[in-house]
Nanobody
């Protein structure tokens, strides 16, 4: 099986920074795209940022210029550096990874358990 374990969430004041990490482990041949989503209370889960295996990135408009996604392919880990945080960024953040367990098979998306980020005003 494949597990994604997130870390780095917590409580921070507005204007502060946090760095989230998500490490994938288990039966992995290759990981294609990796990404971060978030879900605030009463709202749908939304894409925050994603990165391909080749390093191409895309961001939600609300986080452009403040958040940076990166990955370490050797460690099967994706990161989210979050700067200039504001209370609207408060949410549970989930990472995902599109994993191939065996060559020439379709990728399967796996999700982490979520980590809480709370930004106080």
């Amino acid at each position: 099986q494949v597990q994604l374990v997130e870390s780095g969430g917590g409580l921070v004041q507005a204007g502060g920074s946090l760095r989230l990490s998500c490490a994938a482990s288990g039966s992995i041949f290759r990981i294609n795209a990796m990404g971060w989503y978030r879900q605030a209370p009463g709202l749908q889960r939304e894409l925050v940022a994603a990165i391909t295996s080749g390093g191409s990135r895309n961001y939600a408009d609300s986080v452009k210029g403040r958040f940076t996604i990166s990955r370490d392919n050797a460690k099967n880990t994706v990161y989210l550096q979050m700067n200039s945080l504001n209370p609207e960024d408060t949410a549970v953040y989930y990472c995902n990874a599109d994993v191939l367990k065996v060559v020439s098979t379709p990728a399967v998306r796996y999700w982490g358990q979520g980590t809480q980020v709370t930004v106080s005003s």
